[in-house]
């Protein structure tokens, strides 16, 4: 028994996504080819001499997004003095995954992903460029400010979908674990380092120097893009790819619904987005101060940078044994795991405790969102793969703006330490909730009776 949600985890035993049997059509019963004679090797995709350059690319890239991050709210917080500009920061930032992230996926589907990520690099590179001459005249007036956290927003959130036909296209069905794995991990990476290196160039340089630096961190990532032969659309060979418009591309919520296996694995991505979310970095204070640690010095450091190295740790270790296979399983799990140590978190008194939870649960949030991110590329049809991930995109970043409700607005009322409490339990609910789903959605679809496993082989899949 699952002492997070209460699934019998004896019952629910889920095979494996076989890269090379999963099927590529979202409601039909494709015929399957034979699974690979060997397992692809470990950090296979850091093998790849085509899929190496990007992952550290990716990693600079993530780096000054969050270095911009760090100059940008200390200044306006500096300037302005505002908790309202503070919530924008916060929501800007998620608001266009929630809007965008599908029709961001139909371009991706249509065009050289190429030229999309160089674009959304371009866009970043010009909104940095653009706080410098801000900064450096004195001018920064709060609408400004509001349009270039949204422009920021966008450009994050036009780079997701071409990243992960990317990552495809590098190394294929057989390698595409360890790819997104890889990338998650060298993210985490970007992002555990951002806030150091932000805060170096601001205290070195100041904010103007520091921010105008900050745009050499984005370069490699888009030069790289301009030597790949790999477009997100070679290994796939001629698909038709109609134009479609922004209300076309919602269409996907219609053609993904029959997948049972598909529709969990985007829910369980959104579960911990929406009711943890980025609500656990910024409510990291009050727990630092409740612990005894302060609300600053290194006592709140190590808390805050526990959880990302725990995301670190987790894709170095996965990707070393190779023990956790990308299917329904081990996602229930590894979510379940992460709702659990964030409510333990939340109700601890003890401060090496709450550090030894925060690593853990970023081990656990890696896990959930590398497998279920593969899970739904493996399971996505090759013309509409970027429309299908879009719309994963949407739940598991875009509906990060609902934790400022789910765990901020409802501390307000209860308590930070009772809202992440109850948020984290409602986490475990929702996971419980989703593994029934692709369990009904394994019985429905199988011609046999229900036996002891609830696999999530492509060919059971019927539309409903």
Not at 165 to 170: K, Q, T, V
Not at 366 to 373: D, E, H, K, P
Request: proline share 4%; aromatic share 10%; hydrophobic share 50%.
């Amino acid at each position: 028994m699952c002492s997070a949600c209460g699934i019998p985890t004896h019952v629910i035993e889920f095979d494996e996504v076989d890269p090379a049997s999963a099927r590529n059509s979202l409601a039909g019963g494709a015929a399957l080819t034979a699974p690979p004679a060997t397992a692809p090797a470990k950090f296979a995709a850091l093998r790849n001499k085509d899929c190496r350059p990007y992952l550290f690319g990716a990693a600079l890239a993530m780096m000054a997004d969050n270095i911009e991050h760090v100059i940008t709210y200390w200044v306006l917080w500096q300037k302005f003095h505002s908790p309202a500009l503070v919530g924008f920061e916060v929501i800007s930032h998620w608001v266009p995954f929630l809007l965008f992230s599908v029709y961001f996926g139909s371009l991706a589907d249509r065009y050289d992903c190429r030229r999309i990520i160089q674009a959304a690099q371009v866009l970043f590179m010009l909104v940095s460029a653009l706080w410098g001459v801000l900064f450096l005249t004195n001018s920064l007036q709060i609408w400004e400010a509001c349009l270039l956290l949204v422009l920021h927003g966008c450009a994050g959130s036009l780079w997701g979908p071409g990243e992960q036909l990317m990552l495809h296209d590098f190394v294929g069905r057989e390698e595409l674990p360890s790819a997104v794995r890889l990338n998650a991990t060298f993210r985490s990476l970007g992002i555990l380092f951002g806030p150091v290196v932000g805060s170096v160039l601001l205290l070195g340089l100041g904010p103007t120097h520091g921010i105008f630096v900050n745009i050499v961190f984005y370069l490699p990532l888009t030069l790289f893009l301009f030597r790949t032969k790999f477009t997100g659309h070679v290994r796939d060979g001629v698909v038709a790819r109609q134009r479609i418009g922004v209300l076309d591309s919602l269409r996907v919520l219609r053609d993904v619904r029959s997948n049972h296996t598909l529709v969990s694995m985007i829910v369980l991505a959104g579960l911990g987005s929406f009711f943890v979310g980025s609500s656990l970095q910024t409510s990291m204070p009050i727990f630092a101060h409740s612990l005894g640690a302060g609300s600053a010095g290194l006592a709140y450091g190590v808390l805050l940078f526990a959880n990302g190295a725990g995301g670190v740790i987790g894709g170095v270790v996965l990707e070393a044994t190779g023990r956790i296979r990308p299917n329904v399983t081990a996602a229930v799990i590894s979510t379940a795991v992460y709702g659990v140590t964030t409510l333990f978190f939340a109700l601890t008194s003890s401060y090496l405790l709450a550090v030894a939870l925060l690593l853990a649960g970023g081990i656990a949030y890696l896990a959930s969102m590398s497998i279920t991110q593969t899970v739904v590329q493996l399971l996505a049809p090759a013309s509409e793969r970027g429309r299908v991930i879009g719309l994963y995109g949407v739940s598991a970043n875009g509906l990060r703006a609902g934790s400022g409700f789910t765990v901020g607005l409802l501390g307000a009322v209860i308590g930070v330490h009772m809202s992440l409490g109850v948020s984290s339990a409602m986490l475990c609910v929702g996971t419980a909730v989703a593994a029934l789903y692709a369990l009904r959605g394994r019985r429905r679809g199988s011609s046999e009776p229900a036996e002891n496993s609830l696999a999530t082989d492509p060919s059971t899949e019927r539309a409903g």
